[in-house]
T-cell receptor, first 114, second 111 residues
Framework: EAGVAQSPRYKIIEKRQSVAFWCNPI?????LYWYQQILGQGPKLLIQ????????DSQLPKDRFSAERLKGVDSTLKIQPAKLEDSAVYLC????????????FGQGTRLTVV | TQLLEQSPQFLSIQEGENLTVYCNSS?????LQWYRQEPGEGPVLLVT?????EVKKLKRLTFQFGDARKDSSLHITAAQTGDTGLYLCAGLISGTYKYIFGTGTRLKVLA
């Protein structure tokens, strides 16, 4: 079974530029999460989708971050404009709906804003 | 804001020692997971616990879910250098779709 795919693995941009990350979850997984992880800390949920609907985006900085999950499969997360404090690893994860079996993570995208 | 507090935040021990990591919250969880994360990788699922009081063993790792399903512990027996990593607990808040992560415990096992 293929895992969660994310791209790119690394991205370096200047502040005020825009960037987009892509995620393809495990086939059949209804729930998709985007997390931001600062070095050495636990992941912080940015947005959670159930199929193509948003379940929780309470911690998403909506003035600069946006995410979509068209057709309930893959997803993109965009930052526009980026700030220095957005430097982090952005993790995508997926899980079967409502089973509570935990989430399966991609390798993440390491973003550096200079 | 629901929180999952982990303790200790950092732990450095010698190979062969035992250790316990704790995960505590005021929220009730319908399930709770433990993950290990290595540098440059995403977290990898170790175990899921769903029943209050449940104990699961995975080789030298023992996981326990509190009776009230608000807390959990991870015990490692005879730690090895390969156990080094960031340990994360995470839980599905009961009655919701909210899945939150703990603050993390960074473990370093010295040879």
């Amino acid at each position: 079974e293929a895992g969660v795919a994310q791209s790119p693995r690394y991205k370096i941009i200047e502040k005020r530029q825009s960037v987009a990350f892509w995620c393809n979850p495990i086939s059949g997984h209804a729930t998709l999460y985007w997390y931001q992880q600062i070095l050495g800390q636990g992941p912080k949920l940015l947005i959670q989708f159930q199929n193509n609907g948003v379940v929780d985006d309470s911690q998403l900085p909506k003035d600069r971050f946006s995410a979509e999950r068209l057709k309930g499969v893959d997803s993109t997360l965009k930052i526009q404009p980026a700030k220095l404090e957005d430097s982090a690893v952005y993790l995508c994860a997926s899980s079967p709906s409502g089973t509570g079996f935990g989430a399966f993570f991609g390798q993440g995208t390491r973003l550096t804003v200079v | 804001t629901q929180l999952l507090e982990q303790s200790p935040q950092f732990l450095s021990i010698q190979e062969g020692e035992n250790l316990t990591v704790y995960c505590n919250s005021s929220s009730v969880f319908s399930s709770l997971q433990w993950y290990r994360q290595e540098p440059g990788e995403g977290p990898v699922l170790l175990v899921t616990v769903v029943t209050g009081g449940e104990v699961k063993k995975l080789k030298r790792l023992t996981f326990q879910f509190g009776d009230a399903r608000k807390d959990s512990s991870l015990h490692i027996t005879a730690a090895q250098t390969g156990d080094t990593g960031l340990y994360l607990c995470a839980g599905l808040i009961s009655g919701t779709y909210k899945y939150i992560f703990g603050t993390g415990t960074r473990l370093k096992v010295l040879a």
